[in-house]
């Protein structure tokens, strides 16, 4: 079986600051996709990224970039120079290439960007 | 619409009563998810359409819950007897076959049982 873990609970920052969301994931299986969504207070859930297992190379999107180590099973998300429109739940799922289709998900951190 | 819709957005009923919520997927995407999203937690996985069929039933915690897809497009999920523990609000996701596993959400249905 699957499992996400997203140890933070909860993170409030000041605006401008960098801040980390944590992501560590199990699976026995080899190829799988991992993916970090936006929950802003609307409820719905916004995609952000997707990372297949065979890619380690870290991304940048703008204020946003991921870091991916399959060494230690981790899918950290770091948002740089925060803004208050940041502030929502961030979930982090992953899903196996083959197999079952389901996105397994995290308990979700929520971040809180103080102007 | 360009999205995935849900109705009722906001449901109140009493104990023991049965719910539908109705899901209408983004055109043309032939898989179908359901979640179950309690205050405070993640998205727990429900069950899994592809076309018509349920592929992954496998989430849906006992026989009160099921699931329809009758022409591989609209969803309704079904609650019998319901109780105050399915608070929670349902989303529905669906996707392209084949998509290399975005999922689309909508902003889900809020369901309270008093």
């Known amino acids: 079986a699957q499992k996400v873990t997203q140890a933070q609970t909860e993170i409030s920052v000041v605006e401008k600051e960098d801040v980390t969301l944590d992501c560590v994931y199990e699976t026995r299986d080899t190829t799988y996709y991992l993916f970090w969504y936006k929950q802003p207070p609307s409820g719905e859930l916004v995609f952000l990224i997707r990372?297949?297992?065979?890619?380690?190379q870290n991304e940048i999107s703008g204020r946003y970039s991921w870091n991916f180590q399959k060494s230690t099973s981790s899918f950290n998300f770091t948002i740089t120079a925060s803004q208050v429109v940041d502030s929502a739940v961030y979930f982090c799922a992953l899903r196996l290439i083959q197999g079952a289709q389901k996105l397994v998900f995290g308990q979700g951190t929520r971040l809180t960007i103080n102007p | 619409g360009a999205g995935v819709s849900q109705t009722p957005s906001n449901k109140v009923t009493e104990k023991g009563k049965y719910v539908e919520l109705r899901c209408d997927p983004i055109?043309?995407?032939?898989?179908l998810y359901w979640y179950r999203q309690s205050l405070g937690q993640g998205p727990e996985f429900l069950i899994y359409f592809q076309g018509t069929g349920a592929a992954d039933d496998s989430g849906l915690p006992n026989d009160r819950f099921f699931a329809v897809r009758p022409e591989g497009s609209v969803s309704t999920l079904k609650i019998q007897r319901t109780e105050r523990g399915d608070s929670a609000v349902y989303l529905c996701?669906?996707?392209?076959?084949?998509?290399?596993?975005?999922?689309?959400f909508g902003e889900g249905s809020r369901l309270t049982v008093l």
């Open positions: 055109s043309g995407h032939t898989a």
């Open positions: 990372r297949n297992s065979f890619d380690e």
């Open positions: 996701a669906s996707s392209l076959q084949g998509m290399t596993g975005e999922l689309f």
